[in-house]
């Protein structure tokens, strides 16, 4: 009966935690033999039919075997071997001609491979890179038989510690032989030319002159000679290159290739660059403490995981945001959008088998998984729209369903209270002084609120009065009417006899500007001369300050000061519009004479 019961329990713990959960699970395969990372996963629509499926970039076990995989529900549906271990796998619309089938890249090595309805379409190369003269010139010697291996081994090595152009494969696989190889191996290469060829790093999509979800997408390829390039969709031809002080490993692009778009890079110096249009350097640098593994753009923050256990939200001019830790090494991340909610948020996958939701600090929810997590997509796959697929370190696939009826809520992902709420806190033991405090308020509080109440009476009529006596004396720089809206703001120079008196006016509307004003000045001619009493102001353009330069000379030689008052009127019109007092110094020079 006991036995009974306790199963009974655990049954029903289960039921209820799935019930809870807003995950439905939907496949696991500890064993379907997938090795491969995030950037490899792709979900789209081959076939144009509505029916989406999974494309992996395989490495294979051990990274020895890699091949092409397309996957229609749990079941593979085709398999193809890669010439090199893919990089990267992305899908994108070529033209706008029906029937608009999206075609389905992968970087592999130094290529792209394109594919159209799961049959290679096209092959794009990289450019080869210009040789390394000096090592071109010692395989010449060999090729001519006046070196021998040995000696061409030595000058390669030399070369290749010093010399800023990097070897070639050849030469590379040539440093790597044993002494009894080495023979065999330059009588075999010596006649071909030396080729260098960098390999893809990265590579993501930007859509080149519309941003609805079936537009024309351009290929961003990010190399190992630390290079950018943009891809034309049709020709296949470099449409912008970009340089980057280190070799990029994560890509984030946002806008539109003819338009306006920015371009933000992961290097492996630990720093992030940000590249807009039109420059060939980064604008934006990120410095990073850690080095990063993986780069995600949630609206218009990017988020960053670094191998410090640690997520980062950024904005594009490099101003961190916020800083969440992690209890466990990040190995992956990907996005999560949901676009009936409009919900955009950043999945973490850890090594102690989570997948863990954020949006911005908040954690949304945790997705436990029975190994540690090596890759994550989220979208439509079949006819499910939202849709997580997860792959583990085994080699294992797990397919989950987002129910329809999950609403996100932050902090959702922590049942129950946060630990620190269990936490003791280590509180001061009570002083004599503190219980006199406390009864002294107790008793007389009555007291202590009405002295408050009436400094603060005391200090609001303070304030009002010497706003009444600004507006009296016309100190306030701002027109009080309505009319013009002008601003006014006078700057005094010198230590005299001569005293440099500098207006600036500004015409504070937004898209109107004024004409026909006029700037007098009010003194006392026994005290002071000026070079003109009144003059035309020009034309004022909305929002910019217009300096208006004028001098004053004391006439007084015991340092006597006055006010100078300065009128802004309208031609034809008495009243003015703007007037403020100006409080002249004494002269200094005058004094001392």
């Given at each position: 009966?006991?036995?009974?019961?306790?199963?009974?329990?655990?049954?029903?713990?289960?039921?209820?935690?799935?019930?809870s959960?807003?995950?439905?699970?939907?496949?696991?395969?500890?064993?379907?033999?997938?090795?491969?990372?995030?950037?490899?996963?792709?979900?789209a629509?081959?076939?144009?039919?509505?029916?989406?499926?999974?494309?992996?970039g395989?490495?294979?076990?051990?990274?020895?075997?890699?091949?092409?995989?397309?996957?229609?529900?749990?079941?593979?549906?085709?398999?193809s071997?890669?010439?090199?271990?893919?990089?990267?796998?992305?899908?994108?619309?070529?033209?706008?001609?029906?029937?608009?089938?999206?075609?389905?890249?992968?970087?592999?090595?130094?290529?792209?491979?394109?594919?159209?309805?799961?049959?290679?379409?096209?092959?794009?190369?990289?450019?080869?890179?210009?040789?390394?003269?000096?090592?071109?010139?010692?395989?010449?010697?060999?090729?001519?038989?006046?070196?021998?291996?040995?000696?061409?081994?030595?000058?390669?090595?030399?070369?290749?510690?010093?010399?800023?152009?990097?070897?070639?494969?050849?030469?590379?696989?040539?440093?790597?032989?044993?002494?009894?190889?080495?023979?065999?191996?330059?009588?075999?290469?010596?006649?071909?030319?030396?080729?260098?060829?960098?390999?893809?790093?990265?590579?993501?999509?930007?859509?080149?002159?519309?941003?609805?979800?079936?537009?024309?997408?351009?290929?961003?390829?990010?190399?190992?000679?630390?290079?950018?390039?943009?891809?034309?969709?049709?020709?296949?031809?470099?449409?912008?290159?970009?340089?980057?002080?280190?070799?990029?490993?994560?890509l984030?692009?946002?806008?539109?290739?003819?338009?306006?778009?920015?371009l933000?890079?992961?290097?492996?110096?630990?720093?992030?660059?940000?590249?807009?249009?039109?420059?060939?350097?980064?604008?934006?640098?990120?410095?990073?403490?850690?080095?990063?593994?993986?780069?995600?753009?949630?609206?218009?923050?990017?988020?960053?995981?670094?191998?410090?256990?640690?997520?980062?939200?950024?904005?594009h001019?490099?101003?961190?945001?916020?800083?969440?830790?992690?209890?466990?090494?990040?190995?992956?991340m990907n996005?999560?959008?949901?676009r009936?909610?409009?919900?955009?948020?950043?999945?973490?996958?850890?090594?102690?088998?989570?997948?863990?939701?954020?949006?911005?600090?908040?954690?949304?929810?945790?997705?436990?998984?029975?190994?540690?997590?090596?890759?994550?997509?989220?979208?439509?796959?079949?006819?499910?729209d939202?849709?997580?697929?997860?792959?583990?370190?085994?080699?294992?696939?797990?397919?989950?369903i987002?129910?329809?009826?999950?609403?996100?809520?932050?902090?959702?992902?922590?049942?129950?209270?946060?630990?620190a709420?269990?936490?003791?806190?280590?509180?001061?033991?009570?002083?004599?002084?503190?219980?006199?405090?406390?009864?002294?308020?107790?008793?007389?509080g009555?007291?202590?609120?009405?002295?408050?109440?009436?400094?603060?009476?005391?200090?609001?009529?303070?304030?009002?009065?010497?706003?009444?006596?600004?507006?009296?004396?016309?100190?306030?720089?701002?027109?009080?009417?309505?009319?013009e809206?002008?601003?006014?703001?006078?700057?005094?120079?010198?230590?005299?006899?001569?005293?440099k008196?500098?207006?600036?006016?500004?015409?504070?509307?937004?898209?109107?500007?004024?004409?026909?004003?006029?700037?007098?000045?009010?003194?006392?001619?026994?005290?002071?001369?000026?070079?003109?009493?009144?003059?035309?102001?020009?034309?004022?353009?909305?929002?910019?300050?217009?300096?208006?330069?004028?001098?004053?000379?004391?006439?007084?030689?015991?340092?006597v000061?006055?006010?100078?008052?300065?009128?802004?009127?309208?031609?034809?019109?008495?009243?003015?519009?703007?007037?403020?007092?100006?409080?002249?110094?004494?002269?200094?020079?005058?004094?001392?004479?």
């Open positions: 009966m006991a036995a009974a019961s306790s199963s009974d329990s655990d049954s029903g713990r289960a039921e209820s935690s799935e019930a959960s807003k995950w439905l699970d939907a496949h696991y395969d500890p064993m379907a033999n997938i090795h491969t990372f995030s950037a490899c996963l792709e979900l629509d081959l076939h144009g039919d509505g029916e989406y499926k999974l494309v992996v395989d490495l294979g076990p051990g990274g020895q075997q890699p091949r092409l995989k397309v996957l229609k529900g749990p079941t593979v549906l085709s398999e071997p890669l010439p090199a271990l893919p990089a990267a796998a992305a899908t994108f619309l070529m033209e706008q001609h029906e029937p608009r089938t999206p075609a389905l890249a992968l970087a592999s090595g130094p290529c792209v491979y394109v594919y159209k309805n799961l049959r290679p379409y096209f092959k794009f190369s990289l450019p080869q890179l210009p040789p390394n003269p000096l090592e071109q010139d010692l395989w010449h010697q060999a090729k001519e038989d006046r070196i021998d291996p040995l000696t061409l081994k030595e000058m390669l090595e030399g070369i290749r510690e010093k010399a800023e152009v990097p070897l070639s494969a050849q030469s590379l696989r040539f440093l790597q032989l044993e002494p009894s190889e080495m023979e065999a191996f330059v009588n075999q290469h010596k006649s071909k030319s030396i080729r260098r060829q960098t390999v893809i790093t990265t590579m993501t999509t930007l859509k080149k002159n519309l941003a609805d979800e079936d537009a024309v997408s351009c290929l961003v390829l990010g190399t190992e000679n630390k290079e950018l390039l943009v891809l034309d969709p049709e020709a296949f031809t470099v449409l912008a290159k970009m340089s980057l002080p280190s070799v990029p490993v994560f984030e692009v946002s806008g539109q290739f003819d338009v306006e778009f920015r933000a890079a992961a290097c492996r110096n630990g720093n992030i660059y940000i590249l807009r249009r039109d420059s060939k350097r980064p604008r934006y640098c990120i410095e990073l403490s850690a080095q990063p593994v993986g780069l995600v753009r949630v609206h218009k923050v990017l988020v960053v995981g670094s191998n410090r256990d640690s997520l980062h939200g950024f904005t001019k490099g101003k961190r945001l916020w800083t969440v830790q992690m209890p466990a090494a990040i190995l992956t996005l999560l959008e949901q009936s909610r409009g919900l955009q948020a950043v999945m973490a996958g850890l090594a102690n088998g989570e997948v863990r939701i954020h949006r911005d600090k908040a954690l949304l929810s945790v997705v436990r998984t029975p190994d540690a997590v090596t890759s994550l997509c989220f979208g439509r796959y079949g006819r499910e939202h849709t997580l697929i997860v792959t583990t370190r085994g080699g294992g696939l797990i397919i989950k987002l129910k329809r009826t999950a609403v996100f809520v932050e902090g959702g992902g922590e049942a129950g209270p946060p630990p709420q269990a936490m003791k806190l280590n509180m001061p033991r009570k002083t004599r002084l503190y219980v006199d405090q406390t009864l002294r308020e107790r008793e007389a009555t007291a202590m609120h009405r002295a408050f109440q009436a400094d603060l009476y005391l200090l609001r009529l303070r304030a009002a009065r010497a706003y009444a006596q600004a507006l009296e004396s016309s100190l306030s720089p701002v027109s009080a009417t309505a009319r809206p002008l601003k006014l703001h006078a700057v005094v120079q010198g230590l005299g006899p001569t005293f008196l500098t207006l600036h006016l500004q015409n504070t509307s937004t898209a109107r500007p004024i004409l026909g004003l006029l700037v007098c000045f009010l003194y006392n001619e026994g005290l002071y001369a000026l070079p003109r009493a009144f003059f035309k102001v020009p034309l004022l353009v909305p929002g910019l300050s217009y300096p208006l330069e004028t001098f004053v000379e004391s006439l007084r030689d015991k340092g000061s006055d006010i100078i008052k300065v009128l802004v009127l309208r031609e034809g019109q008495s009243a003015p519009l703007l007037s403020a007092h100006i409080n002249m110094p004494a002269s200094e020079g005058l004094a001392a004479a």
